[in-house]
């Protein structure tokens, strides 16, 4: 490859050898290591990763199989139905779980549809997460796998299901898991918690651009 | 142990008893001082503002002079004097022979509580002073020499004398050279947020291991009225 | 309000001074971002270790920076995306207005991006008809303010709740309020028809990963998520000296970034972007353009201590832990790029002509290089850049009191002499004058220590 850039990079280079040590320059890189900080072996990581959403204002339910995850989400959605928050159109992810989980609830709503063009007019939007990180609490969200790119963050709420046996212990496993044995993914996204800001006076204001509530159920039974 | 007294030009003009005051304390530890007249100025004025060759120039001197000297250690009562003559090497660095001396010289040049803690291993001076004091951590001292407990361990043990933490203890006090005549205001403004530490810490003096800072917050508290000393860490060690 | 220059730097610091809002401000953000900054790091037993690393990983991208630019642009292509490289500000805005102007672009929505305000972009797009909307809370405060960013991280940090909300109630017809809730939701409104109506989307780029070509964004606000899956084209604006190596190495910048900037363990998103979608019926855009941006960063590669200036991973940490930031703010530099890092990179990239100021605003206390997360050594840079400002541009005079003074501390003699005339001269000249207008000045004394040791 040539180009003015690449040229001046060179010419650039080359003009500083001279004054380079470079033995000093840490030359071969070193193989990185998930490092095991802040995880205690005694939590299981689906815990972990509850405490760890929760201190972001995100919130946490750990269920046990189908019914039971039912059960939460008519639980969340119920209970925000009695807010400004709506609930009563909801877009869902293309996953074929989140539609039967969603004919197992029992709910009252104007409108459930997969991947909606409209999605601006929608309350809430339902996924799940490919993988999710118990240190911080994160959600790995990979588009190779499942439409969730707007309906996971255009509505207001999020609600994701993840398997806790899907939940890596820290960000390095969570980063060397997208690598492994396949092609990078063309858009992934890590979600911590709902949006935030504290563009005014540093005073944090959760619920900007993004949702302004996320809801994780984790699966515990896998 | 012999040490040869790096004074500053500094404490030469303006502070002398820091310098009278470091001879004592060593001295006092069993050091035989010399004191190799021929000193004048580490050249850290240039270098900070910018001057390399003039910096150099007076470099070379400097550690002509100093390699000379039979003593075991250089030592000095300023911090940021002494990470001067540490940068010799960097101000060397493209000529190998005065790079070695650089090095050689640099190697033996020390602060005064560094020498006192690191190399003598003396924790108690034999110092008295009556009265609330606090210490502020000259930033070249603290963050190119790596002194911090070094001086909080001599002033400990100085009998009388109540030692109270500063808030924000590392915080620069605004001085930095040529910078604080330069941004006078700037300058001050910084130096007023140490001022009012030193106010709120309600002490009767203020120490530190740098004239310059002492000048800078000494200025500042004279100028408004304050009682607060302002001294240095030599003047303290030999006080009886 | 017009923007500062760098060439009133002066000035402009002490406008800042007699600001007292400003300056409550800054204690206020500065004190709390150091704060939590601090308290992130020691989060990790490991962060000194971190630290190294991530300052290893830095210099060997840099020293081979051209190797690393040809993989990321390959792995990057082959999965779609367009590079295109810009040699300056001019290069960069034409490619970008081309690329929006091929694709008729009415409404142009933006995130946060430094590299997009060193190019003064916005203005280029308004210029060929478009309209830009900035979508980041701060970024859009201060558009609609017509100012400047005051901060790396927070960049309406110089602005009150109070004119904050007479602003959106001016410009957006909010009631009035000093709610900073509403004030939020107000803003999460009106942007949110930007961003459905918005034919572009134009983003920076924290890091680029040269082994698979990805573009990695970070953020809190969603914003960023918005601008680059809902248009169908997203134009991403790199300096080229964002590079990684590998994707692993993502751990360590994604530990050091957030924790040093805001204090977060991690922001709330991540956009890990490599090239298109693969499908014309997947979601996201149909285009991705990345646009390498030189701008003067190629020449800093000349030199070791130059070269450590495009380490900056742009956290902002060294603003909020630098004394003279913390004084008079970031509009007083005058540059995109404020703070001890500003200090350095500005002169660097803009030439010492106009900008020669800034690296003699310090006072070298070495605090922001205590708190780089990848250890750039700034007040060495800051003295490197003295020493090339100070014998072209120091001034006539200045240069002749270092000639004289060189001369007096050769000699003992001089030097002796030197003591005797300062006596004197001391008390009228007008550095004396900038000392004492704030602070007492000690006398000369009339006995050296050089005298005294004599007796």
């Not at chain 2, 000379?68 to 940021?80: R, Y």
């Not at chain 3, 030199?303 to 060294?318: E, F, K, M, Y």
């Given at each position: ?222 | ?240 | ?132 909307v900035e979508t980041d809370l701060g970024e859009y405060i201060i558009q609609l303010a017509e100012e400047t960013p005051s901060h790396i991280i927070a960049p309406a940090i110089h602005k009150t709740r109070g004119q904050i909300a007479e602003l959106f109630t001016n410009e957006l017809g909010m009631p009035p309020t000093d709610d900073i809730a509403q004030m939020t939701r107000t803003a999460r409104l009106t942007l949110r028809d930007h961003f459905a109506a918005a034919d572009v989307g134009i983003s920076g780029v924290n890091f680029g990963v040269a082994e698979t070509g990805t573009i990695v964004i970070v953020e809190n606000e969603g914003n960023i998520r918005l601008t680059t899956s809902l248009p169908r084209m997203h134009i991403a604006v790199m300096g080229i000296e ?214």
């Amino acid at each position: 490859m040539n180009n003015e850039i690449l040229n001046s990079i060179r010419s650039h280079l080359a003009a500083s050898a001279p004054h380079d040590r470079r033995e000093q320059i840490s030359r071969r890189l070193t193989q990185i290591n998930a490092d095991q900080i802040g995880v205690n072996l005694r939590q299981s990581a689906a815990d972990l990763f509850r405490l760890s959403l929760e201190a972001v204002n995100g919130h946490c339910v750990i269920a046990q199989g189908d019914t039971d995850i039912a059960r939460a989400l008519t639980q969340i959605i119920t209970d925000l139905q009695k807010t400004n928050l709506r609930a009563q159109r909801i877009a869902i992810s293309d996953n074929p779980l989140v539609e039967r989980l969603m004919y197992l609830t029992d709910l009252e709503i104007e409108a459930l549809t997969v991947a909606p063009n409209d999605i601006f007019s929608y309350d809430v939007g339902i996924s799940t997460a490919q993988a999710a990180i118990a240190e911080t609490g994160t959600l790995v969200l990979d588009s190779a796998d499942e439409r969730h790119r707007l309906v996971s963050l255009v509505p207001p709420v999020h609600i994701a299901i993840v398997d806790a046996s899907r939940i890596c212990e820290t960000l390095g496993e969570a980063l060397a898991l997208l690598r492994q044995g396949k092609e990078l993914s063309r858009a992934v996204t890590f979600v911590t918690g709902p949006s935030r800001t504290a563009d005014i006076e540093l005073t944090l204001t959760v619920g900007v651009h993004g949702p302004q509530e996320l809801y994780v159920i984790v699966n515990g039974s896998t | 142990m012999k040490v040869s007294l790096f004074v500053t030009c500094l404490v030469d003009q303006l502070w002398t008893s820091i310098g009278v005051s470091s001879v004592e304390v060593l001295r006092g530890v069993g050091c035989e001082v010399e004191f190799d007249k021929r000193q004048t100025c580490c050249a850290q004025p240039a270098f900070n503002t910018g001057y390399r060759e003039e910096a150099r120039q007076v470099g070379r001197r400097f550690i002509s002079i100093f390699e000379e000297s039979k003593a075991e250690a250089i030592v000095s009562p300023s911090g940021s004097c002494t990470a001067m003559v540490h940068h010799y090497p960097e101000l060397f660095a493209d000529d190998p022979a005065w790079l070695e001396r650089a090095n050689a010289v640099a190697a033996k040049t020390h602060e005064l509580s560094s020498f006192l803690i690191r190399v003598l291993k003396v924790e108690n001076v034999g110092a008295s002073w009556n009265g609330r004091l606090t210490w502020h951590d000259a930033c070249h001292g603290l963050r190119d020499l790596n002194i911090k407990s070094e001086p909080r361990t001599l002033i400990r043990n100085v009998r009388g004398a109540e030692f109270v933490e500063l808030e924000h203890a590392d915080a620069c006090c605004g001085f930095g050279g040529t910078f604080s005549v330069k941004y006078p205001e700037i300058s001050v403004a910084i130096l007023d947020q140490k001022i009012e530490a030193i106010e709120r810490a309600g002490v009767q003096a203020v120490v530190s291991g740098d004239a310059s800072c002492l000048m800078q917050i000494g200025g500042r508290l004279s100028r408004k009225g304050s009682k607060v000393r302002a001294m240095h860490l030599a003047e303290l060690l030999a006080s009886r | 309000m017009t923007s500062q220059t760098s060439e009133t730097f002066r000035e402009n610091a002490k406008a800042a001074l007699a600001d007292v809002h400003l300056r409550g401000a800054l204690k206020h953000a500065t004190s709390v971002f150091g704060e939590r900054r601090k308290q992130a790091a020691a989060g990790l037993p490991n962060w000194e270790d971190l630290r190294t690393q991530a300052r290893a990983i830095k210099d060997e991208v840099l020293l081979h920076l051209d190797r690393y630019l040809e993989e990321f642009v390959t792995n990057a292509e082959s999965c779609g995306a367009k590079v295109h490289w810009a040699r300056d500000a001019a290069a960069a805005n034409s490619i970008i207005c081309g690329l929006a102007t091929e694709r008729q672009a009415r409404v142009v929505v933006k995130s946060k991006s430094m590299t997009t305000e060193e190019t003064h972009l916005n203005d280029a797009l308004e210029a060929a008809g478009m309209q830009v909307v900035e979508t980041d809370l701060g970024e859009y405060i201060i558009q609609l303010a017509e100012e400047t960013p005051s901060h790396i991280i927070a960049p309406a940090i110089h602005k009150t709740r109070g004119q904050i909300a007479e602003l959106f109630t001016n410009e957006l017809g909010m009631p009035p309020t000093d709610d900073i809730a509403q004030m939020t939701r107000t803003a999460r409104l009106t942007l949110r028809d930007h961003f459905a109506a918005a034919d572009v989307g134009i983003s920076g780029v924290n890091f680029g990963v040269a082994e698979t070509g990805t573009i990695v964004i970070v953020e809190n606000e969603g914003n960023i998520r918005l601008t680059t899956s809902l248009p169908r084209m997203h134009i991403a604006v790199m300096g080229i000296e964002k590079v990684v190596p590998r994707f692993a190495d993502l751990d360590i910048f994604l530990k050091l970034l957030p924790r040093s900037g805001t204090g977060q363990r991690l922001t709330t998103y991540q956009s890990f972007i490599t090239g298109v979608k693969k499908q014309q019926s997947d979601e996201g855009p149909e285009e991705l353009h990345i646009v390498l941006l030189d701008n003067g960063r190629s020449r800093m590669l000349a030199h070791p201590v130059t070269r450590q200036s495009l380490a900056c991973i742009r956290c902002g940490a060294c603003l909020n832990a630098c004394p003279v930031y913390q004084q008079i703010g970031g509009h007083a530099y005058g540059s995109v790029y404020p703070g001890p890092i500003g200090a350095v990179i500005t002169p660097q990239l803009m030439g010492i002509e106009k900008t020669s100021q800034l690296p003699y605003a310090s006072s070298l206390c070495g605090a922001c290089r205590e708190v780089c997360p990848v250890k750039i050594d700034i007040p060495q840079l800051l003295l490197h850049l003295r020493s090339e400002i100070a014998p072209r541009k120091g001034g006539v005079a200045e240069r002749l009191v270092f000639k004289v003074w060189a001369r007096a501390m050769m000699s003992p003699t001089l030097y002796k002499l030197s003591s005797v005339a300062g006596r004197i001269v001391q008390r009228v000249t007008p550095i004396s004058r900038a000392w004492t207008n704030g602070r007492d000045l000690r006398p000369i004394e009339s006995k050296s220590f050089h005298d005294l040791w004599n007796e």
